[in-house]
């Protein structure tokens, strides 16, 4: 037979790349490219965060701080995960204006989900150059705990 013939010269080696092969398709499928990344940041922003502060990140007038072009989220970066992730009350000041509400957090996000977020605003309405990493979002939620 044919297959039996090749699995006995090959079958060793079959063994072992095998294996090899589909973490590195794992890795690569959840690596994902930077633009996917950013995709998804918009798409999860657009759907946990825009309500509140808008389509574009502007805010809402003296209710709600902008996110866009904003001095906290340029100034803050270590604050972020844990604010998305649960929230914050009290007086906050983004741009020169003081903002005392609260914001309710989003619990079931994962460290994954609120770093394209973060990424998504920092780089498409803040002007950063440098991606958060994942590690970087799961230091700053496992320090805010």
């Not at 605003?121 to 939620?141: C, F, H, P």
Request: charged letters at 25%; one cysteine or more.
């Amino acid at each position: 037979m044919f297959s039996k013939r090749i699995f006995q010269k090959y079958g060793k080696w079959l063994g072992v790349l095998t294996p090899v092969i589909m973490l590195i398709g794992i890795w690569i499928y959840s690596s994902g490219s930077g633009e996917a990344r950013g995709r998804r940041g918009e798409v999860l922003y657009a759907e946990h965060c825009a309500s509140c502060h808008g389509n574009s990140g502007e805010g809402l007038r003296k209710l709600i701080p902008p996110v866009r072009a904003s001095d906290y989220v340029k100034e803050n970066p270590e604050k972020l995960a844990c604010i998305i992730k649960y929230g914050t009350r009290g007086p906050m000041t983004v741009n020169g204006q003081r903002y005392s509400g609260a914001m309710e957090g989003i619990s079931r996000l994962e460290a994954d989900e609120i770093r394209d977020i973060i990424n998504y605003m920092r780089i498409t309405w803040n002007g950063e150059k440098e991606a958060y990493s994942l590690k970087d979002v799961r230091s700053q939620l496992d320090a805010c705990l």
